[in-house]
């Protein structure tokens, strides 16, 4: 029989805060298996807009119904290529990863890189990377974390901390590049694997241990195999 006939067809639905669309249909055999399947898709995919065509975003499927199989966001990264094409000469990449809370209490880790239009010194650098983080930071905590990552993803971020940090320094480009959504089933499915793994080495220490001893057993025994010939003899009548 076709492997493909026994599969079932599911909508892959993008999360609420980007609309709820059908945006890719995937098959499987048994609807349990999609429960956390991780997706990696363009952006352009979701929102049909082809300058998301460098972003990538990573949905978790967490729920399925009536053939819908509905997603969390956990991620998203701008393109190396696209990254690449923003430092040049004279130029200057300053990196600020920021780990925090959103309004709504959802725990994340957001990567933004601020280049420069000019060269800069160390006091300047030090001053719009703290300037970046402050703003991020003030940003997230009066922000639900749908509406941010969708600040994110349609460039309505990157323009405040541009203005901010340009009156440090000429700016070229504020890039919001790379959001990590912190998952506690990560870390428990970690603990859970450790506890498999070090049961399992228990249990073959255990094992190869009774062999040990059951070895020095038999070692130890008096029985010879002429003794035991001889128990196996009949009992004369």
């Known amino acids: 029989m076709d492997s493909w006939k026994s599969k079932s067809w599911y909508n892959l639905v993008s999360p609420k805060f980007l ?72 130029r200057d990449v300053l990196r600020v990863v920021l780990t925090t809370t959103s309004k709504d209490g959802v725990k994340f880790t957001v990567k933004t ?59 070229y480009r504020v890039e919001l590049y790379k959001t990590e959504l912190f998952e506690v089933f990560d870390e428990t499915a970690v603990v859970e694997l450790d506890r498999t793994k070090k049961a399992r080495e228990e249990a073959v220490a255990k094992a190869a241990s009774d062999a040990v001893v059951a070895e020095a057993k038999l070692a130890e025994s008096p029985v010879t195999a002429a003794t035991e010939e001889k128990a196996a003899e009949p009992t004369p009548a």
């Open 113 to 171: 890189v601020v280049v420069t239009a000019v060269p800069c010194s160390t006091p300047q650098r030090k001053a719009v990377r703290n300037a970046t983080l402050n703003e991020l930071k003030r940003i997230i905590a009066d922000t639900r974390f749908g509406d941010f990552i969708q600040g994110v993803l349609y460039n309505k971020i990157n323009p405040q901390i541009h203005n901010l940090v340009k009156k440090i320094v000429p700016i």
């Open 19 to 90: 609309g709820e669309v059908k945006i890719a249909e995937i098959p499987t055999s048994d609807e349990d298996h999609l429960i956390n399947r991780v997706i990696a898709l363009p952006l352009k995919e979701v929102t049909h807009d082809i300058s998301h065509m460098y972003t990538t975003v990573r949905l978790r499927v967490e729920a399925i119904k009536d053939k819908n199989a509905y997603t969390k966001f956990i991620g998203h990264s701008a393109s190396r290529e696209y990254l690449s094409t923003l430092g040049r000469r004279n």
